[in-house]
C-alpha cells in the first residue's frame, strides 16, 4: 500500500483554510468572538471563553523609536492561518498612506461592506456580495496594485 494521497492545500483549491477553535483546541472553527474575534467552535465553547472577560491583545512595544506612535494601531487580535498572507509592514503603510485609498474610505457605504466582511461569521460570502458592488471592486484593484507594485519593487 502506498501513502495516503492528500488532497489540494487550501491555497491550490481557492477555498480558505480551515481555523480551529482556540477554546477546546479540537474542533473547526465557525465562529469569532464579537469582542476579541478569537475562533471557536460552538455555544459551549462560546460561554467557556466568558467566563474570564475576553483580553485584547496589546501590540508588543517596537524597538524602533523613530515613532513615537504608529500609523495603524489594531485594538483587536487577528488570526491568520497561513503566515504568506500577511502583508509586511512596509505595505501596510503604503496603503494606509494613500490618498486614493484613504478619500475612499471616507464613503460610508464602502464603510458598511468592510464592516459586514470584518464582522460575519462567514467572511467569504460577504466578501463575494462585497464584490458585486462596482465601488468596493475600485477599491480592492486599488489596493492589489498598490500591493503588487511594491512586491515588484522588492524584486
Known amino acids: ?13 481557492g477555498t480558505p483554510p480551515k481555523r480551529s477553535c482556540k477554546v477546546c483546541e479540537k474542533a473547526v472553527s465557525k465562529y469569532k468572538c464579537p469582542s476579541c474575534l478569537i475562533p471557536y467552535c460552538s455555544l459551549v465553547c462560546f460561554k467557556k471563553h466568558k467566563e474570564t472577560p475576553c483580553v485584547k491583545q496589546v501590540p508588543a512595544p517596537e524597538t524602533d523609536t523613530s515613532t513615537s506612535t504608529s500609523p495603524m494601531d489594531v485594538d483587536r487580535p487577528c488570526y491568520v492561518d497561513v503566515d504568506d498572507d500577511v502583508l509586511p509592514q512596509s505595505q501596510l503603510e503604503c496603503i494606509a498612506s494613500c490618498t486614493e485609498i484613504r478619500d475612499a474610505l471616507k464613503d460610508e457605504d464602502l464603510q458598511k461592506l468592510i464592516r459586514n466582511i470584518d464582522c460575519s461569521a462567514d467572511a467569504r460570502t460577504e466578501l463575494d456580495k462585497a464584490m458585486e458592488q462596482e465601488m468596493f471592486r475600485l ?12 512586491g515588484d519593487q522588492r524584486l
Open 1 to 13: 500500500m502506498g501513502k495516503p494521497k492528500k488532497g489540494p492545500s487550501p491555497k491550490e483549491s
Open 139 to 150: 477599491f480592492t484593484e486599488k489596493i492589489l496594485s498598490m500591493v503588487n507594485q511594491s
